[in-house]
């Protein structure tokens, strides 16, 4: 019974094509909107992940000056060679710690030339930051102890002062200092907040500290924490030896930062699963506006099939069985609906991702979720009509005109 149930269902359809698609659009727009942007939103967040990971594995962040804010300025008091040192011996979660100062500064090869920042480093700083020389070679060690001028660009700074050229033993001027171009690093892109991770050019610390800055300060500690020590308590470890050197007393702030990524991408991940739950709870909002306009087709269909219902339950139909096929015309509309729904909202996804230069990533749940909420819509929005059918008095219904 049920397939010939199925088989009226499916001919009444086909006999109002125009009618049935425009019943089913709000259900493909519903399903595909609800597919589209979660996944975008997904997307979203992965590539947040990804580029914060680009930065370093288990990165913390230490840094000069308290975390305040509004319009109180406090003089930072820079880092010295001493703490670092204390950082790597004393602390038992520290893999690397890597110093740098940074200047920005005017570049020079030949007649062109390009501001950029000039960080002042040792070999630790490529791998604590995910940096990796493409061509050439990084610093030895005795170079680094030497402070002797010689640097690794980034691709931004290689493609600015050497187009269509090989920055590979070429000279620069780096502030008024000749600088040998050893190495070039690959490319990184830009970081989620938008910054060229390229656009650098690397140089002893020694030598930064001497002819840059003119000083032995060191300005920002990047360490990676081992893979089995938990983050958050090598940052509060660091705190703690810190606070100790610095002689803070214990009611007073820090005068210093030790930032954790893995808090940062947590807290923009959240940011952005908010963001994607709200909007796809928006655009569950044009499901229900489908599902209401399934009900409003089906009430027409009873108004205007109101004989042909007569007639058959004029001829011995059950009731159950009118409630039946009309229960199945909705459901059939609103899961037909549903499936190009789903097809729409991936291709749409996929798109979109590939112009965003955002990753694709398929939820399957949401999909199944999307899809089982459409088929839901067809047995409750199209309950009533069936039931109206089902209840219509035979000698009433053949009367009507």
């Known amino acids: ?33 609800v597919i589209a942007l979660v996944t975008l939103g ?22 000069p000056g308290a975390d305040r804010r509004g319009p109180e300025v406090s003089v930072a008091t820079p880092f010295t060679a001493a703490d670092l040192e204390a950082i790597r011996e004393e602390v038992a979660g520290v893999r690397l710690a890597a110093p740098t100062v940074q200047k920005g500064a005017l570049v020079v ?9 000039i960080t002042g480093t040792t070999n630790e700083y490529l791998e604590v930051r995910g940096y990796e020389v493409e061509r050439g070679r990084s610093f030895t060690e005795q170079e680094v102890t030497a402070g002797q001028p010689l640097c690794v660009i980034g691709t931004t700074v290689e493609k ?3 187009p269509g050229g090989e920055a590979l033993g070429q000279y620069v001027r780096v502030d008024r200092i000749g600088c040998e171009i050893i190495g070039v690093l690959a490319s990184k892109g830009q970081s989620s907040m938008g910054q060229d991770q390229d656009d650098l050019v690397l140089v002893p610390l020694r030598m930064a500290q001497r002819r840059l800055i003119g000083n032995t300060d060191i300005g920002t500690i990047y360490v990676t924490v081992d893979a089995a020590e938990d983050t958050a308590q090598t940052k509060t470890d660091i705190e703690d030896l810190l606070r100790q050197r610095r002689r ?13 990524l893995q808090e940062i991408a947590s807290a923009m991940s959240s940011a952005t699963g908010a963001l994607t739950s709200l909007l796809g709870a928006i655009a569950a909002v044009s499901l229900l506006v489908g599902g209401i ?31 039946l096929q009309f229960l199945v015309e909705a459901i059939v509309l609103s899961t037909t609906g549903g499936v190009i729904g789903v097809a729409l909202g991936l291709g749409g996804s996929y798109a979109g991702t590939r112009a965003l ?23 409750v929005f199209g309950y009533l009509p069936a039931r109206k059918a089902a209840n219509l008095n035979p000698i009433e219904a053949l009367r009507h005109e």
């Open 248 to 260: 803070i007393q214990p009611d007073a702030e820090d005068d210093f930062r030790v930032r954790d």
């Open 357 to 379: 230069g955002m990753p694709f990533v398929i939820q399957p749940g949401i999909v199944l979720v999307a899809f089982g909420f459409s088929a839901m819509i067809g047995v």
């Open 160 to 162: 600015q002062l050497f």
């Open 1 to 33: 019974m049920i397939w010939a149930i199925l088989a009226m269902a499916l001919r009444q359809i086909r006999r109002n094509a125009v009618r049935s698609f425009l019943t089913m659009l709000g259900i493909m727009i519903g399903v595909g909107a």
């Open 42 to 63: 997904e997307g979203a967040t992965s590539k947040v992940k990804s580029d914060i990971s680009k930065l370093g594995d288990n990165l913390l962040i230490v840094s």
């Open 109 to 117: 090869a030949g007649n062109l030339n390009w501001r950029t920042s």
């Open 293 to 323: 306009g399934i009900m409003n087709i089906m009430l027409v269909n009873v108004t205007e099939r109101t004989r042909e219902i007569g007639t058959r339950l004029a001829i011995g139909a059950l009731a159950r069985e009118v409630l």
